[in-house]
């Protein structure tokens, strides 16, 4: 097989000549959205810096890219040399060794960022991925909609009940106004990340101690429950295919009354060239049903560099500059201070201009710094949103669709939960967690 | 009311209706295209903005963010790459099959079309590994060898069907005179089933410039092709139907144009190729 | 053309499609029998029939079966049914018939991903879609097509695409029908229907069976349009074959079981296939 491998090989690289990265190369894949296209645009910037690099960039949809780089690392491709990843896989690859540690200068300053964040990009101190932002979920609020319905402004961490009733006054169907926009779209990054922090508010979660699924829960169905009532009550018509996207476009057109979604979405409504309702916003802290534990969400979007890569040096160096302070200098500097990634970063929240360019800073930076993502005594695992181990993204997947099912009516609450409880035990059972 | 007026109005009934339905099927591209000269806000607004100052914002946008070229290079290339490798396997073997058939001709043909029934998402990992194994990942020759070998039995389909229209007697004839069996191929059956052909290559290089499956899950950086661009803009963060409009036309418009273009010879290969 | 030449030139295409056919299927089944998650490569060895019981046990399997026929069966009626018409409306010469023409074949050049956005955001979105514009038109509440028709919103966007294929072979076929015969039936009195029955239809017998049989191919491993829309849901409402193993194969990435999904959907395919070439495949005149 062997001479017959090599001509293949021969053969195969003959016909490709000049496709194949030559050293001094790397391919960063990377998912769509403002932040990463800026950085791209700023490429020439580091390309500048070091001439010996240059830098090519693979964009795809988060769920395409997550697809894309499972299964490069998972057979050590060596396509990609740079990889943006978030907060969930950090922990399963590092552990696996598929991730380069990351070393950088003490000019790089790791103490700057939060401890929060980089404790979830690192295992047992070593950083195996480098934030590009970070981000925990909040009520963002259209405070014209919320006068206008007879409330002052939104407090922090409001009880669920409040937020219903704001909702409630607000929504004005003939008019096309809705109280509360949430998502409804299935998958585990979409549904479910906000329904999984909803239900952990509750008093819900994912898995009981002995990592047996928890959907069975008395405190799943209140959550759910409440979640499809308001929607039916308050929510756009839809919501069973809205996302993140589909709810910004919503907000900026001043159509939603309450959002509670990703922080980083308030830097994007707070652009007045695509935003309606710039300088009309109002944040809160996230509500909850008596838990304030996980009643937000942790997560970031960060840079890591896949061991089959053969560039690692290359690859390490642009890590190193992506995620420095001089970089979101250099971004505050040249696309304005609106547009610089947050969240990873506390001297970020120390420059002058973004303070003076954001109003949601702090409410951002509150809702970051009192996410609660660790373990404890009850709960076995790591995230709010998501559990750190490789079966949840097959069960949050198929849950996410049960829940779209009992938001659009198809099944009952009950029935939903009762088929999470199913496929999640199917799959944990496959796994051999029992 | 004369038999000619009936028929008069019945036209004109059928006509309207043809243009009714045209426009109709239409007017979901027609509403693309629109779209990628609207700002974001404008996309979105409620009513629909039929009349606007057009942007061209969007695809400046695109331009300078990704290098639109190269994909469309790709694309190129590996289409109609794709299309001669298969082209060059199916035209000989659908010769054979129509002009020297045998019992299992039929049964082969069909369990050429059965290879076509694997679900692609089934034999990825098989695939990436074997690509990988290869070393010919992120290459346009691994999308022309697949691409080709995908549509191979729709390829030989059709133009097996074509070749048997031709008539035997026109062969025979030939065949008194002493062709040979690559004259005959060159010089009688390729340029009476020249229209076929050219509309199976068409056909071809339609399915292999929109396959998604394979472009997307076996390049990165280098072999991407307009489809993978596509799949870049098809759910950022942000407003996007403006911008995702302006690549999709860009991404479609070489393939629809080559459809036009070539609306002739297609009606007339396939006139040639379905009907006896 | 003597035997030998007409086996050897058919040789590079059989002997090709073998090797793409058993290689892949080969690694296929190897992988469907074993532990294969890509997240969690520690945990390896054999499982026999594991995978398949996993994917035949899951409660998806059967309405994914179910949706998988109903979207193969509906998508072939529709485009039928309306290439056939189409291509009987465009059958007389009339000014500008090159353009609706073009018109009408563009949609087959659409990729598919694109074809679900456009429908997904500018056709059927209740808020902003046209669709939901015009339903307020006439004071009509919105449809949430997706959430309330997701399988036959998908079957829209496939036909919408697909209508042009068997629209452009209808038409071509048509052109080539023998006219002398149908003005001497009209000259007897013959109706249209009558006509349609008995001259056009019998005439179009083999372009019916390419056109069924190519689209029974595509349609049976419809992806894009779902993954792009409506992720399979709500619940499982459109989750076809295709995507379910998408799901095993990609967003949970274990392999192996989405390699058993791969065998049964080559199966499931082969069955449709014998039935289809029961019914239609004496019109291919081999």
């Known amino acids: 097989m062997k001479p017959l491998r090599t001509t293949a090989i021969g053969l195969a690289l003959a016909a490709a000549a000049g496709a194949v990265a030559t050293a001094g190369e790397i391919t960063i894949g990377t998912i769509n959205n403002g932040h990463m296209l800026v950085m791209q645009e700023l490429t020439a910037a580091f390309e500048e810096q070091n001439p010996d690099i240059k830098v090519n960039w693979v964009t795809l949809d988060e769920g395409q890219l997550r697809q894309r780089v499972t299964t490069d690392i998972s057979t050590r491709g060596g396509q990609f040399d740079v990889m943006t990843i978030g907060m969930y896989e950090v922990p399963i690859w590092g552990a696996r060794d598929w991730l380069v540690p990351l070393e950088f200068s003490d000019a790089y300053d790791k103490d700057d960022i939060y401890d929060a964040i980089r404790n979830g990009l690192s295992i047992d101190g070593t950083m195996y991925a480098a934030p590009f932002y970070g981000e925990s979920s909040m009520i963002m609020y259209n405070m014209e909609l919320v006068q206008g319905a007879g409330f002052d402004g939104i407090e922090d961490r409001p009880s669920w009940d409040t937020i219903r009733e704001i909702a409630a006054a607000i929504t004005d169907r003939d008019a096309g106004i809705y109280g509360i926009c949430l998502r409804g779209k299935p998958g585990w990054g979409e549904n479910m990340a906000f329904l999984g922090t909803m239900a952990h508010s509750f008093g819900a979660q994912y898995f009981n101690n002995d990592w047996t699924p928890a959907f069975d829960s008395p405190e799943w169905n209140a959550a759910v429950t409440f979640y499809v009532e308001m929607m039916n009550e308050s929510g756009p018509p839809g919501s069973a295919s809205n996302s993140f996207n589909e709810i910004l476009a919503l907000m900026n057109e001043g159509r939603c009354g309450m959002w509670i979604d990703a922080t980083i979405a308030a830097s994007l409504m707070t652009d007045p060239a695509t935003s309606k309702v710039a300088g009309n916003l109002g944040f809160a802290q996230s509500p909850n049903a008596g838990t304030v534990e996980r009643s937000n969400w942790l997560w970031a979007w960060a840079l890591a560099v896949p061991a089959g890569s053969n560039n690692q040096d290359e690859a390490l160096r642009f890590v190193e500059w992506a995620t420095s302070q001089d970089y979101i200098r250099l971004v505050g500097e040249t696309k304005g201070w609106g547009a610089v990634p947050t969240g990873s970063r506390q001297s970020t929240y120390a420059i002058e201009e973004f303070a003076a360019a954001t109003a949601f800073a702090d409410a951002e930076l509150e809702a970051i710094l009192s996410a609660t993502p660790n373990p404890t005594d009850t709960i076995p695992y790591t995230g709010v949103q998501f559990a750190a181990i490789p079966e949840f993204q097959a069960i949050g997947n198929a849950v996410g669709q049960e829940m779209t099912a009992a938001l659009s009516g198809d099944i009952s609450v009950e029935q939903a939960l009762a088929n999470a409880q199913e496929i999640a035990d199917r799959e944990m059972r496959q796994a051999g967690y029992y | 009311m004369t038999d000619k007026q009936k028929a008069r109005i019945r036209h004109n009934i059928a006509v309207t209706a043809a243009w009714i339905v045209a426009l109709v099927m239409f007017f979901p591209i027609f509403w693309m295209v629109l779209t990628s000269f609207k700002t974001e806000q404008q996309a979105i607004a409620i009513p629909p903005l039929l009349v606007f100052e057009p942007t061209f914002e969007n695809y400046a946008t695109i331009n300078a963010q990704t290098n639109i070229s190269k994909f469309a290079m790709n694309s190129i290339v590996t289409s109609i790459g794709g299309t001669l490798l298969a082209m060059l396997i199916a035209i000989p073997a659908a010769y054979a099959m129509a002009f020297r058939p045998t019992r299992w001709t039929k049964d082969v043909l069909l369990w050429m079309l059965s290879t076509k029934m694997m679900p692609a998402v089934g034999v990825l990992m098989p695939i990436y590994l074997l690509c990988q194994w290869l070393g010919i990942l992120d290459t346009r020759i691994s999308l022309i060898v697949i691409f080709s070998l995908m549509n191979l039995p729709i390829i030989m389909m059709i133009l097996f069907n074509y070749f048997r229209d031709i008539p035997v007697e026109i062969l025979e004839a030939s065949r008194m005179d002493g062709t040979t069996t690559f004259n005959e191929i060159t010089q009688i059956v390729m340029p009476l089933a020249w229209g076929g052909i050219a509309s199976t290559a068409l056909l071809s290089i339609v399915l292999m410039w929109n396959e998604a499956f394979w472009s997307i899950n076996l390049t990165s950086n280098n072999a991407g092709t307009l489809v993978a661009l596509v799949a870049g803009y098809s759910n950022p963060q942000g407003l996007f139907w403006a911008k995702v409009s302006a690549v999709s036309t860009l991404a479609c418009a070489p393939i629809v144009l080559l459809g036009w273009l070539t609306q002739k010879q297609l009606v007339q290969g396939l006139t040639f190729g379905a009907v006896k | ?286």
């Open chain 3, 1 to 286: 053309m003597n035997p030998t030449l007409a086996r050897l030139l058919q040789a590079p295409a059989i002997l090709l499609l073998v090797l793409w056919m058993i290689v892949p299927l080969g690694m296929t089944i190897y992988f469907s029998t074993i532990r294969y998650q890509l997240l969690n490569p520690e945990r390896t060895g054999f499982v026999g029939w594991g995978n398949y019981v996993f994917f035949y046990t899951d409660r998806n399997f059967w309405p994914a079966i179910w949706n998988t026929l109903t979207l193969v069966g509906l998508t072939i009626a529709i485009t039928v049914v309306l290439g056939l018409a189409l291509a009987l409306l465009v059958d007389r010469p009339f000014r500008g018939r090159g353009i609706v023409r073009v018109l009408l074949i563009s949609p087959f050049f659409i990729m598919p991903t694109v074809n679900a956005l456009i429908w997904k955001n500018m056709m059927m979105n209740p808020i902003y879609g046209l669709f939901a514009v015009i339903w307020s038109f006439f004071g009509l509440d919105p449809v949430d097509w997706l959430t309330r028709y997701p399988l036959y919103s998908i079957v829209i966007m496939v036909s919408w695409q697909w209508t042009p294929f068997a629209f452009l072979i209808f038409m071509t076929s048509l052109q080539s029908q023998d006219q002398e015969q149908k003005e001497a039936a009209t000259l007897d009195g013959a109706g249209f229907w009558p006509q349609l029955w008995h001259l056009t239809l019998p005439h179009l017998a083999r372009p019916m069976a390419i056109v069924i049989l190519i689209q029974t191919i595509f349609h049976l491993s419809i992806f894009a349009e779902i993954y792009v829309t409506t992720s399979g849901g709500p619940g499982n409402r459109s989750t076809n074959l295709t995507f379910l193993i998408f799901q095993q194969a990609l967003s949970s990435f274990n392999v192996g079981v989405a390699a058993a999904g791969g065998v049964i959907a080559i199966i499931l395919a082969n069955i449709v296939a014998i039935f289809l070439i029961r019914a239609i495949g004496k019109n291919l005149a081999v």
